[in-house]
């Protein structure tokens, strides 16, 4: 690092989401469940003992771990350059690749169709 830039903060730790394996809800801190008395921000640790699925009423020994939102992957300090792919999530950038693979044969595809 030159004497000249800024340090990069580091990325805040994210909550991660859980899963009900009975019916596939989906619990995600950041959203919460304000309708049921869950502030946004709560983590799933932090739950109320009695807490059930909104879904199923399933406790909570049935949910798992299915980790935090996808983010852009790579060194957040890199993400600012390239031409703007180097901020995308791993699921956008393979739409982008495979898009891409598919238009090309469409185009070579459309070759046939000249007289």
């Known amino acids: 690092m030159d004497a000249n830039e800024t340090p990069v903060p580091a990325r805040p730790a994210e909550l991660s989401r859980?899963?009900?394996?009975?019916?596939?809800?989906?619990?995600?801190?950041?959203?919460?469940?304000?309708?049921?008395?869950v502030?946004?921000?709560t983590a799933f640790e932090n739950l109320p003992q009695d807490w059930r699925c909104p879904v199923?009423?399933?406790?909570?020994?049935a949910f798992t771990?299915?980790?935090?939102?996808?983010?852009?992957?790579?060194f957040p300090e890199n993400q600012k350059y390239g031409?703007?792919?180097?901020?995308?999530?791993?699921?956008?950038k393979s739409l982008l690749i495979y898009g891409g693979l598919?238009?090309?044969?469409?185009f070579?595809?459309?070759?046939?169709?000249?007289?």
Do not use: M
Not at 56 to 61: E, F, L, Q, V, Y
């Open 83 to 92: 031409l703007g792919v180097n901020s995308l999530t791993p699921g956008a």
């Open 108 to 115: 070579l595809l459309s070759f046939y169709g000249l007289k």
């Open 56 to 61: 199923c009423g399933a406790r909570t020994p």
């Open 18 to 37: 859980h899963e009900c394996r009975v019916c596939g809800y989906i619990y995600e801190p950041r959203k919460g469940i304000p309708d049921k008395g």
């Open 102 to 106: 598919i238009l090309g044969f469409l």
């Open 65 to 74: 771990d299915i980790g935090p939102l996808p983010q852009a992957s790579g």
């Open 39 to 41: 502030p946004a921000g």
